[in-house]
C-alpha cells in the first residue's frame, strides 16, 4: 500500500498533472487497492476543440471520457490524443441550471483544470481554468433520449478548450 501511494505521488510530482494523480493517491489510501480504475472506463462520447500550449490547436473525438454525477454536481475527465494529448478535468455544480440554460462559473464557482503534453499523463500543462461556460441540455439522437454538456473552459493567455458530450439520461436519484 505505501509502495502504490509513493508512486502514485512520484507520478503527480513527474507528470505535472497533479489532480488526477493525486485523487489515485487518496483511492489508494482509501483501502480500494490497485484493482479500483476507474478513471479509465469511459461512459460518455463526444468532441474536444481548442488550444492549449504543448498540443497547439486540436479537434477530435475523445479518446476517453468520464462523467461522475452526484445529483447537480458533476465532475469529469475528458481526453484527446494525437499529435500530443489533451485534457479537461475537474468538475462544477449545476444547481438551480434548467435544461438548456447556460451558466457562466468564475474561478470560485468551478474546479475544472486542464493539462497538455506530449504524450497520455505527461503534462508540461497543468492549470485552472479561468471561466468556465456550461450549457446542459436533453437532445435525441437517433430515437434515444441523451444529456449534451458543452462545456467552454478558458485558460491564461487566451487558451480556450470546447468540449462537447453526450451521455445516456441519468437515472432518477442523480448518480451515474
Request: hydrophobic share 40%.
Amino acid at each position: 500500500m505505501i509502495r502504490l501511494a509513493a508512486t502514485a505521488f512520484v507520478l503527480a510530482l513527474s507528470t505535472g498533472c497533479v489532480v488526477p494523480a493525486t485523487l489515485l493517491l487518496v483511492d489508494a489510501l482509501d483501502g480500494d487497492g490497485p484493482g479500483v480504475d476507474y478513471y479509465q472506463d469511459s461512459n460518455v462520447s463526444g468532441q474536444m476543440r481548442g488550444e492549449l500550449p504543448v498540443t497547439g490547436a486540436f479537434d477530435r473525438e475523445l479518446s476517453a471520457g468520464s462523467l461522475w454525477r452526484w445529483e447537480d454536481t458533476i465532475d469529469l475527465e475528458l481526453q484527446v490524443e494525437g499529435g500530443g494529448w489533451a485534457m479537461l478535468g475537474g468538475g462544477f455544480d449545476l444547481t438551480g441550471v434548467d435544461d438548456g440554460e447556460t451558466v457562466v462559473l468564475g474561478p470560485d464557482e468551478h474546479w475544472v483544470y486542464g493539462c497538455s503534453g506530449a504524450s497520455v499523463w505527461n503534462a508540461e500543462f497543468d492549470e485552472p481554468a479561468e471561466e468556465v461556460v456550461v450549457t446542459q441540455e436533453r437532445i435525441e439522437l437517433d430515437g434515444e433520449e441523451l444529456v449534451q454538456l458543452t462545456i467552454i473552459a478558458t485558460f491564461a493567455d487566451d487558451h480556450e478548450v470546447t468540449a462537447v458530450v453526450v451521455e445516456p439520461v441519468p437515472a432518477p436519484g442523480g448518480e451515474g
